[in-house]
């Protein structure tokens, strides 16, 4: 080729020419056959899809449940002159109170195994609330340690109530039985008591129970069966007496009681007096003794108690260390000390007592021979011939002239034997001698010493050292006049008015011979009244002068003017005093 | 006995021997408003959570305080899916669903109102038709919330929360609910009676007592 410019020719001349080229021809195997569609059936939509069980969603619940008797509404308590508590006219300062914060609620006992009725005490409100509002009134609110005794009481079958003298045995299981009553709990109750008793019951139930009725079983045979058998009275009060002799009557098969309560249950302790036999008897629920000495001479006392409070709880031939394990807690006893923080330092109640047959005709045929003898004397009548009268009257409520019987005395007795169980002291006052000598006599098992005029002077600081030394003297006997002032008996906590002095300071001044500084714990005074007679006119008298003293002067100024006057004197028999002019005369 | 029904409304007749007729003296009518107040019931309602799960106890009062009826319910436990499905419905659902008026359907004694210490029982009021309180703690916060506004019955006091009522219900709850309070006995505290149905559920648990079929 030439180097320079090379043109590309014009024309180019290609041979043709023929190449053999195989070409094979074969079939696509899948284009063989036509196509054809296939269809898989999906099921998915048409079944249920497959669930799994989580459990139950429901929640569901069963119940129990338990109805009580409806409790009854107690009427409106009626309006009555409440008898203000008895405190000296002279300003007590407040004792100190624990200040607690615990309610007392009904707690079941061990022995209670029917759950719906270890419900039906749990369920009930606290004792507080109950008396702190309106549905049960009371003149006082209840100290707290008797609340703990109510609360002790109402849920038992079987309970001995072994408080010492003093506290408010009496109160307490009114209180109780009142609260049963209006929860339904029961129905009927017997109260048996001495026959000296029986007014101070009747006078603590309506004062406490104003809206409980309560009737006495005495009168004639036909009054007393009917009494026995065929009345709906709620609570019956009956003495032991009368009960031993209508042993027929308390074993008829309709005369059965939810309750059974025994005062002075020491009455009993001899198993197989006569006594003890009708008490045990008597079909009854709830079997409750109240007594301040539960042991009086050794723990058979207690063992025959149990016979009445719930027989075969304590075996035959129990050794006495097994006791306490056994009796567990049917039995509640609580001592001064226990309470003092609760109690005021002075406690004054009035045991007013029937006077015996005997004191009782000799009463009424003086008195009715007295009045005329002084509607006889007419103008000449003086205070004197009425102080006179008053003062036979009041010897007779002391003691019967002819036979010697003191209702007063046999009341003294019984608490006597409390108060020496106890280990106490406690001081008699009487305004006369006479019957301080025959008191001595009466209660000469407990050491008594004698402090009157007739004592030499010489003798009088030997008794007071002998009274506070030696153990076995329980109880001082003392007149108004000698006992009256300065001494100091701090160590007595109780203290007797055999009768009762004609100015209130007196009595006060007498009191406070025990109850004054030093004195460690509370000090119970208990007034004799003789009922239906001169010494409840004159108890009368002195406590609304009391009372009007009280709100009208200075508490610590003497009490000079709390003696009756001529004109309350000749009130007394309802004669009219005499003219000032006739007096001068 | 009137051997003849009178009439509505006439006196009632008894016949004696001989076929004579004597009007008894009809009793005198005594106007609505000096008959006494029918007698007034409350229920107190709570309800325990423990291991067991949640049980309740119900306890009907008079206006005293005295115990009239109580019942106990059996304990029940939500399980896990119980749980999640119910979610924050669940406490209201076994406390006043559940629980509340189970307990208060049985009840033999019928309430006038019902006080509960536990909020989540608050909406019992939805099933009943008397009126249902929380007794709320002093130091609940959303009951102190809720003190100021209408559901508020009575206000809180020293140591003491509020009483309140159902919300949906306050308008005609809270006048009702001071009426029936001021006729409460004045000892008379609407918080002790749970104390006493805590007291009864334990000794249940102790006696081994449980509910059986209702």
Known sequence: MDDAEETLPDRVDVESCTV???????????????????????????????????????????????RFPTPTDPPPAPPKSVPARTQSPVAEPPPERVNSDALHRLRPPRDTIVFKERLLYLLQPPLENVFG???????????????????????RHAAILADEMGLGKTVQTILALRLMFHTAMIRNVLLVCPKPLVNNWMRELRTWAADLPFEVISGDLAARRFAWTASKCPLKLVNYELLTRDVEFVNDETVRFDVVVLDEAQRIKNKESKTAQVVRSLQRDRSWALTGTPIENSTEDLVNLFAFVDEGRIPAETPAKRLPALIGDTILRRVKEDVMKDMPPKTIRDVTLELTPAQKEAYQLAEKEGVIHLNELGATITVQHVFELVMRLKQICNFDPRTGQSAKLEQLVADMAEVAASNRKAIVFSQWVEPLVRIAEALEEFGPLQFHGRISQRERQEVLDRFQKDPNCHVILM?????????????????????????????????????????????????????????????????????????LVAQNQPPARLGMTEEEIFGLFDIPARPRTARAA | MPRDRPPRGSPLMYTRGRGQTVALPS??????????????????????HEASGYLGGYLVTNTWGRPLEFRLSSAVQPNKVQQILYAGTLLPYICADLIGKTLVDKAAVSVSLVVTDREAALDLRLKLEVPVLWLAGADDPRALALAGGPSAVVPASAGRGPVLCHPRYAAQDVPASRELLSRLDSAFDLAEPFGRVREAIAEARKLGVGARAA
């Open chain 1, 20 to 66: 053999d080229i195989p070409v094979e021809a074969r079939s696509m195997p899948r284009f063989d056959r036509p196509l054809a569609a296939t269809c898989r059936e999906a099921r998915l939509l048409n079944d249920n899809p497959w669930v799994r069980s989580l459990g139950k969603l429901t929640l569901d619940i069963t119940t129990e449940g338990w």
């Open chain 1, 133 to 155: 509002g309106r549905q049960v009134t009371v003149p006082f609110k209840p100290y707290p340690y008797q609340m703990e005794g109510i609360a002790f009481l109402m849920p």
């Open chain 1, 479 to 551: 007149s108004y006049a000698t006992g009256s002032v300065g001494l100091n008996l701090q160590f007595s906590n109780y203290v007797f008015l055999f009768d009762r002095w004609w100015n209130p300071a007196i009595e006060d001044q007498a009191i406070n011979r025990a109850h004054r500084i030093g004195q460690k714990s509370p000090v119970f005074v208990t007034r004799f009244i003789a009922q239906d007679t001169i010494e409840g006119r004159i108890a009368e008298v002195l406590e609304k002068k009391r009372e009007l003293f009280n709100e």
């Open chain 2, 27 to 48: 009793p005198p009518v005594v106007p609505a408003s000096e008959r006494p107040a029918a007698p007034l019931s409350l229920g107190f309602l709570t309800i325990l």
